[in-house]
């Protein structure tokens, strides 16, 4: 059941066969959540406190690369405990997490329209998991990726693997996303991509990668794929 004015101008000639979404930040409501765990671990561990900016930069990337980035002085001995605090913190806060108002019926109108759905995200497979029977959001993707399953973002790797398992070329297929490294993700895969800015990295970081559009909320977004996916 179509819902909204966006569903029922899908563009008669489709662009794209394959629609790939970030996770946090673009679907979910996490950045703050995540940023305020990553601090949180930097002072459990005695390291100097990273600023929002520094905290909001790493989220989607690998966690080595995440905890080298926010951290630099950290042991990578002490990595494992780093890990400890963050789900510790992150998961005290997760009942808060929510699908950005409108997600839930995009998705559901892209894919009654025949849209080929995934996601490629930072998270680990169990985190993802989670997050996806949190939202009640199982069945509703073709395919998942996710960070401890292969190469993290921005390699390819991800993008790559779901265009091979969902038979897409890079041509026919779209990455959504808030972060930079989304982006870049998109780009050393051959594919198209779309910025939200409502998520961890703003307008200013990600128009310079040249995304074919950015947007500035999920309205804003069902909008563009209405007119342009």
């Known amino acids: 059941m179509p819902i909204g004015d966006a569903a029922l101008s899908l563009p008669a000639q489709r662009h794209y066969r394959l629609i790939v979404f970030d996770w946090d930040g673009t679907l979910a409501d996490s950045t703050e959540l995540i940023a305020d765990a990553i601090v949180g671990a930097c002072r459990d561990l005695g390291e100097p406190l990273p600023g929002e900016e520094a905290a909001r930069y790493v989220i989607g990337l690998g966690f080595t690369s995440a905890v080298a980035h926010v951290a ?18 992150y998961l ?18 892209l894919d009654i329209a025949g849209y080929r759905l995934a996601v490629a995200t930072g998270k680990s497979r169990a985190g993802l998991e989670h997050a996806l029977a949190h939202c009640d959001l199982h069945g509703v993707f073709h395919a998942t990726r996710c960070a401890d399953e292969g190469m993290p973002k921005p390699h390819p790797d991800m993008l790559l693997n779901l265009m091979s398992f969902l038979a897409v070329e890079p041509a026919q297929t779209l990455m959504v996303g808030d972060t930079t490294h989304d982006l870049e993700l998109a780009r050393n895969a051959g594919a198209d991509c779309v910025a939200v800015s409502y998520g961890a990295h703003g307008a200013a970081a990600l128009a310079p990668l040249s995304p074919r559009a ?16």
Do not use: C, N, Q
């Open 72 to 89: 630099p002085g950290l042991d990578p001995a002490s990595y494992p405990a780093f890990a400890a605090a963050y789900r510790k913190h």
């Open 92 to 109: 005290g806060g997760e009942a808060r997490v929510r699908l950005f108002d409108g997600a839930r019926e995009m998705l559901h109108d």
């Open 214 to 229: 950015v947007v500035e909320s999920l309205a804003a977004l069902r909008s563009w794929l209405a007119e342009h996916a």
